[in-house]
């Protein structure tokens, strides 16, 4: 894959990079199902415009009339945020005429609704749902339109096309859910199509509908519709099964006492790793998804579970776009060979795959409670601090047996940089929420124990004879604050750790002029 940091856009928090597919290995039947796909993806761009606000459509015909480069620009503004609104300003207006912020309700309420109102309605509890927007009636009455009757025209368009895409695959659990995800449009029932999604292995794989809430800022009752249409990687999903298979092994030798560990581990939830070729409406504004987690319904979580789904060609451009830059400046210039897209992903499963292990119940007092329940508000930090830990404990661990595929004499090496350079990546965006936090717990630990070092010249680096062991110890740490749920234990090492010290200040002080984020181009939809 190449990407391309334009130096036109370097100023801009958004770096625009192009983004590839190799779609040369679809089959012919799927070739022909993905270029269906795109165009209703596509479509989905067109409902969302409106879900966002309701003069977003007349806004997007007069920017695009403006030729001159500062109108193309702000055209290309406003299709980067699908609205008039910076999410990186507080969704502040960029352009005149418009709202000065991003309506609460979104397009979802009528806009001079208030919660009172909603509430005071008889029959609010039936608006509670994803699938309706509330408007009102000739005379004022609030009322709800379900999606299928508010967006009829492009739903009836999308339904045609996954149905024909249907036809085309040769993949049955593709097939499957594209026919119930067509019904779904038409019906509102999104159900049994929900649960066709999580059953999806295809080498041609798609996410398409109403799910994330986020937009309805009032209640965070209405989903947005989005599309990700993508292909499966077949490499890192059997980094992934391999993983998997080994997770027991991993937890029976976690570096904590054996009476805390759980001698079976339960299912965790399904990971695929796919390649971005086109995303659109909620999953194309603002910062890019490089992973999510679907679906939202708690019938269907109850049945089925959720899958986390990761986006590696946009993890690999937010790497590139992003990443390299940091560790230009805060690594040595001897470290930067160290710095490996590979190892960076490899992390972020092993992430992912050490939140399922570790302790899930503690004891108290014979009662039975879990290490959310008793750490409470610090509780998400500590995991996320944990599940990186662990995941890194879990590499080095594959590596020291020489199981870890692929590894060779310098792996640990390369892991470690990468993880070091990454953690400035997360500790820019502060540590007001669970990552930052967790990870500054991370780095103040590691430095406190000589494993990062502070160079002379402002740098940072890796003390290899130190850094293992003090994984352990860290990952011990949190380990045992989770199976025993000290609460105590997790704010003292939090007010410790989890802030930002005078040196990590003026090194972030010194990325200020980098891109937060990416604006891809998605080439291979094209
Ligand atoms: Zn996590």
Redesign the pocket.
Known sequence: MKVWVLSLMLLSPFAKVDLNVDTSRLSAGDKAALSKLLEAARAVDDIFLTQYWSGNHKLLSELRKDTSPAGKERLEKFMLFKGPWDPLEEHKAFLPGVPAKKLPGANFYPENMTKAEFEAWPEHKQAEDFFSVVRRDPSGKLRAVPYNEEYKEQLTRMSNLLKEAAKLTDNESLRKFLNLRAAAFLSNDYYESDVAWMDLDAPLDVTIGPYETYNDEIFGYKASFEAYVTLRDDAETKKVGFFSDHLQEIEDNLPLAPQYRNRKIGASAPIRVVNEVLSTGDAAHGVRTAAFNLPNDERVIRAKGSKRVMLKNVQEAKFKAILEPIASRVLPKAAQKDLSFDSFFTHILA??LT?GIGPHTVKVNGAESSPRMQLKELYSAVE?AK?DICGLFMLQYMIDKKMLPGAGPDTAQKMYTTFLASSFRTLRFGITEAHGRGMAVQFNYLLDKGAFVHNSDGTYRVDMAKMPGAVRDLARDLLTMEAVGDYKAAKEMLDKLAVIRPDMKASLEKLKDLPTDINPNHVSAR
């Open positions: 992430h992912e939140h996320e599940a």
